[in-house]
């Protein structure tokens, strides 16, 4: 990648002396994990830990009639076995928590952690085993008899918004959970319309996606019955919300209550929640006063984990003759499963700024109708709701371009917002910070080699070849560095979006930093030591970076929405300055000068104009340490705390370009080049940048080609196995090609924005926008995802009036 | 993902396995390289009482030229068939398949007799050994019998070996006439929605995952002995075929794919 910065002038540079700062340095936390050192929850050794065991139901929708335990019990090993009814008194009837009542009228049926009396989706917990091993554990739960009668199911998303369907809560009386909207001025944007010359209306589906991280979840609960403490390890993206959110729900104190997330691999958003397994471990554990144990296996996962997207999108946009979009509306149905998780209906609404992309078009409309369905509740899954935003707008985006008969790359640049419009105010009322999408457009074309492409394209189709080309543009833009925490309270969520950090230096100057941002997998420790020894002007090897447990990092809000570098970093740097003043007033003392005279070269304090008169780094953290000569009123220590909550989000954005090979005969797809130029700001470690691209590119191509969370007409999951969910291998990964723009983020003193999920949420539509452009000319107009090679087959047999019978 | 319990045990010959599985029973399996029946355990789809682990019989383990054929040991390594010299010589076709199946952690634990005796109408290698009219020989508490390829497989999972006998050996003709292999799946270590075998010139046809069991295309084969193009044979490739449908493809695009398919292959492997 080469990162060539383009806008570097605005923002303030890094640190005067940036040595690490932009460079790739390998990351410290891979050779652990690369030598199976890094210990996870499952490598937890316990002794006298019991097992859990969770009896899930087999039905989507059912009536417990009972619960027979006399085979499950007569298994060596196992010592309980406990039914929601038996287990109710436990959590005292308290529901798993959902932090974010997105209306104030919003449906939140309780959901307990284990089931009474009705089931309401296959993978719904009805009971626990406990054992002494994992194997009896699971045997148990295997034999435990569950009579069930089963009701009528709402399994399809659509049927389950309409008045006749069945109805997962009959209580409520009907299946929306909530509808929220967003219309700034309804008469406007009728008007809009009224007034269009082109107006395109699509209908897209956003299937279900299983996370798959590449760890199961895993939890321990570790009482001390001396002193009445737990310790909960969890393999989670968020042990301190976890933390007061377990404390809340099962009543025990928060300061008896440590959460720690050893080393967790991966999470996607999956591990962003608060989960049943969680809250019995934790309650049995208090109980029984010995830990309690489980972890999910990878079909378990597929029904108990949570899942992503899932929505009905109904998007119009109303353009003039020359291709300019004047007004978007978007209509949502969002599939929430059978209850809502920690933060289940906020999800579409994390897109519902976003529906215009990255074009300035005037008037606005969101509406959003969360429905309950009998299936595993849905949550964050990587992106969440920017990806379905940025998929929506982007194919719609396609046709427009083919009603008007503009290429792609026209449409998008007549529309986009302009570089001199930063900071730009959107009509969905965000202040995007930053961009230059045509410059960004116009690398992406050159990095594709767009006219060779074309050139390809041409041929193939003049000769009529069995394998087309087509060339798919995505161009998003996001919101990311969750978040300003008064715009969170606006939006009912039930939290702030700061984040919390300490540098501490030690007696002999090295240096300890405490995040509160939780990695699992991302880099953080490689990239906060960067940013500190860039500050202080010493080794990252001299910088520990210190996380994931509450006893030693008390107060953070942890990873997810790509929030850690432009909240948690920026939380880093500040606390970082912090010290650097405290030792600038250590150093004038020792100087016999003023603060203010002082400079900070190369680890040293020294006079300006003096350079023979200075003070290193590490005398002053010893002074600090000795307190034998310390300005009056100034505290022994070398350390500073920091929490920052953003006055904005921050805007990545790029244009990604697919080249997919389609094998007309047979419907197979492959993407045989794909160029990505991405625009995050200041780039730390582009190193771990392009990880993230590249690890997110593949993940939003197997939504376009691959993955699928598949349920039978009855609520069967019927990919519950990695056999049937095809997530992608190193082996189906395209060849990348990444380049990127750098216009520094003004809401934060680094420039930085986020990458997390850029890779992600650009590369779905722009896989399939490239298929159907490999297949315009054949009639194809879209192709539903995944793009299996029957469904694209399917679709060039309907559009050559085949219908694909043979 | 915890298999329900089972026994364990170590067979130190042929005569001990089957020895071991006429005691066990019904509920007695083998286990070679364990790349299937070990993922069936954990999804409890299969419960063996017994399991006799074959996977240490070395002596099981060869490819020699023998009589005009090359013999393969039953407890030859997927990987030992893709990188043998003596296939390369004188049976491509069952190195190139072999090459296919799973990936190189698969391949360096499946074994030829044991993706043979699990008779899985999705796997690739008993669609090639069918392909070239192979022979099985299966030893069993009488001593050894032959078995035809064509008469192996018979049934979803279902082959004509006793519960108390072990394959031991896989005899295939020398087969260098052209031949290719088509294997169709959306990711690179998938069992196959449709595979296609063509041996010695199209004289053996053998389609993956068209129906019960690996299916000789008996039509492809008469056409091309008439004298029929590739393309005029292929589209007899999936006559009187009834195949499964999944997720992957219902039966009217496994019938498509296999005439597109058999094309291919038959073009492939220089039928005109």
């Known amino acids: 990648m080469t990162a060539t910065a383009t806008a570097e002038a605005e923002a303030p540079a890094p640190t005067a002396k940036a040595t690490h700062f932009g460079s790739r340095r390998l990351r410290r936390e891979d050779p652990a994990l690369l030598t199976g050192e890094a210990r996870f929850v499952d490598d937890l050794h316990l002794p006298g830990a019991l097992w859990l065991g969770v009896v899930r139901s087999t039905e989507a929708h059912a009536v417990i009639h009972g619960i027979d335990t006399d085979a499950a019990l007569r298994i060596e090993g196992v010592t309980e076995v406990l039914t929601g009814a038996d287990l109710a008194p436990l959590w005292g009837g308290a529901a798993l928590p959902c932090a974010w009542p997105v209306t104030d009228d919003m449906h939140n049926p309780p959901h307990l952690p284990v089931a009474v009396g009705e089931a309401k989706y296959a993978g719904d917990a009805v009971a626990v085993v406990l054992a002494t091993s994992r194997y009896a554990a699971a045997d148990g739960a295997a034999a435990v008899a569950v009579d069930y009668e089963p009701k009528p199911a709402a399994i399809d998303l659509a049927s389950a918004a309409e008045p006749d369907s069945p109805l997962v809560h009959e209580s409520l009386g009907t299946n929306a959970s909530y509808t929220w909207e967003l219309t700034p001025d309804p008469d406007a944007v009728e008007k809009a319309f009224a007034e269009a010359e082109h107006v395109i209306e699509e209908r897209f589906i956003q299937q279900r996606l299983i996370p798959a991280a590449m760890e199961p979840r895993g939890v321990a609960a570790v009482p001390s019955p001396a002193g009445g403490e737990l310790t909960l390890y969890s393999a989670t993206q968020i042990p301190h919300i976890l933390k007061v959110m377990t404390a809340v729900t099962l009543g025990i104190g928060e300061n008896k209550l440590r959460v720690v997330a050893p080393a967790v691999g991966g999470g996607f958003g999956s591990k962003l929640n608060v989960y049943a397994e969680e809250i019995i471990c934790s309650a049995l554990a208090l109980r029984k006063g010995v830990p309690v144990r489980w972890t999910e296996s990878r079909s378990e996962a597929a029904l108990a984990t949570i899942q992503g997207r899932g929505q009905v999108q109904d998007i119009a946009l109303a353009a003039d003759a020359d291709g300019r979009v004047k007004a978007v509306k978007a209509r949502l149905l969002a599939d929430m499963g059978a209850y809502l998780q920690l933060v289940t209906p906020g999800i579409p609404l994390l897109g519902a700024f976003l529906y215009h992309g990255c074009y300035d078009i005037g008037h606005y409309s969101f509406v959003c109708t969360g429905v309950f369905t009998n299936k595993t509740p849905t949550d964050a899954y990587r992106g969440a709701g920017r990806p379905e935003a940025t998929y929506a707008i982007e194919r719609a985006m396609d046709s427009l371009a083919a009603a008007t008969g503009l290429t792609p790359e026209e449409v998008r640049a007549r529309n986009f917002i302009s570089a001199d419009a930063f900071p730009y105010t959107s009509c969905a009322g965000l202040i995007f910070d930053s961009g230059d999408y045509h410059a960004v457009l116009d690398r992406a074309m050159a990095l594709a080699d767009l006219d060779a492409r074309r050139a390809d394209q041409a041929r193939r189709r003049a000769e009529q070849n069995p394998r087309q080309l087509g060339i798919g543009f995505s161009s998003y833009v996001e919101m990311c560095g969750l978040a300003p925490s008064r715009v969170l309270a606006s939006l009912n969520y039930g939290a702030g979006g700061w984040e919390a950090a300490t540098v501490r230096v030690l007696p002999t100057a090295k240096v300890q930093v405490v995040t509160g941002a939780t990695p699992h997998g991302q880099g953080h420790e490689t990239a906060w030591s960067m940013i500190v020894a860039d500050r202080l002007g010493i080794d990252p090897d001299d910088v520990e970076v210190l996380h994931s447990d509450t006893a030693v990092s008390p107060t953070g809000m942890d990873t997810y929405g790509s929030r850690s570098l432009a909240v948690g970093g920026t939380a880093i740097y500040m606390a970082t300055e912090r010290v650097l003043d405290k030792a600038r007033v250590i150093a004038a003392h020792r100087l016999e000068a003023s603060p203010e005279d002082l400079e900070y070269v190369d680890g040293s304090f020294r006079v300006r104009g003096t350079p023979a008169s200075s003070v290193a780094f590490g005398e002053i953290a010893f002074a600090a340490f000795t307190a034998h000569d310390l300005p009056d009123g100034v505290e022994p220590n070398l350390e500073a705390h920091a929490t920052y909550d953003p006055p904005n989000f921050t805007f990545p954005n790029g244009t990604h370009v697919a080249t997919v090979e389609v094998d007309t005969e047979t419907g197979a797809v492959e993407v045989v080049d794909y160029a990505a130029v991405d625009d995050c700001g200041r780039q730390v470690n582009p190193l771990i940048v392009e990880g993230q691209i590249h690890g997110g590119i593949l993940q939003g191509a197997a939504q376009a080609l691959y993955e699928d969370a598949v349920y039978t007409d009855d609520g069967q999951l019927a990919t519950a196995s990695l056999v049937d969910y095809l997530v992608p291998s190193a082996a189906e990964a395209p060849r990348y090609r990444l380049d990127s723009h750098v216009s520094p983020s003004p809401t934060n003193p680094m420039g930085v924005k986020g990458i997390g999920e850029a890779g992600t949420i650009a590369a779905t539509p722009a896989v399939i926008n490239a298929i159907v452009d490999a297949l315009r000319p054949l009639g194809v107009t879209d192709v539903e995802m995944p793009a299996s090679p029957q469904t694209v087959w399917r679709a060039i047999e309907t559009a050559r009036g085949r219908g694909g019978a043979s | ?272």
């Open chain 2, 1 to 272: 993902m915890i298999p329900a319990a089972f026994d364990y045990e170590v067979a130190d010959s042929a005569a001990h396995a089957v020895e071991l599985l006429s005691r066990g029973g019904d509920e007695a399996k083998l286990l070679a390289g364990g790349h299937s029946l070990i993922p069936m355990m954990r999804y409890r789809l299969a419960t063996p009482s017994v399991l006799v682990d074959v996977g240490r019989l070395d002596d099981l383990r060869y490819i020699e030229r023998r009589n005009g054929a090359v013999a393969v040991g039953a407890l030859t390594r997927h990987s030992e068939l893709e990188h043998s010299g003596v296939l390369a010589e004188h049976c491509p076709l069952l190195a190139a398949v072999a090459a296919e199946v799973g990936d190189p952690a698969v391949r360096h634990r499946g074994t030829l007799g044991g993706t043979l005796a699990h008779a899985d109408p999705a796997s690739d290698l008993p669609a090639a050994v069918l392909a070239l009219g192979g022979t099985l020989v299966a030893r069993g508490p009488g001593g050894d019998r032959e078995i035809a390829a064509a008469d192996f497989f018979t049934g979803w999972f279902e082959s004509a070996l006793a519960p108390d006998e072990m394959l031991v050996e896989v005899r295939v003709p020398a087969s260098t006439g052209g031949w290719n292999y088509q294997k169709f799946n959306r990711r690179a270590q998938d069992w196959a929605i449709v595979g296609v075998a063509v041996a010695d010139g199209g004289s053996g046809v053998a389609l993956v995952n068209m129906g019960s069991t690996p299916i000789r295309a008996a039509a492809v084969e008469q056409a091309l002995a008439d004298g029929a193009t590739a393309a005029d044979a292929a589209a007899l490739a999936a006559e009187g075929l009834d195949p499964p449908a999944d997720l992957n493809a219902d039966a009217d695009f496994r019938r498509h794919l296999a005439r597109v398919l058999t094309r291919r292959a038959l073009t492939a492997a220089g039928v005109p």
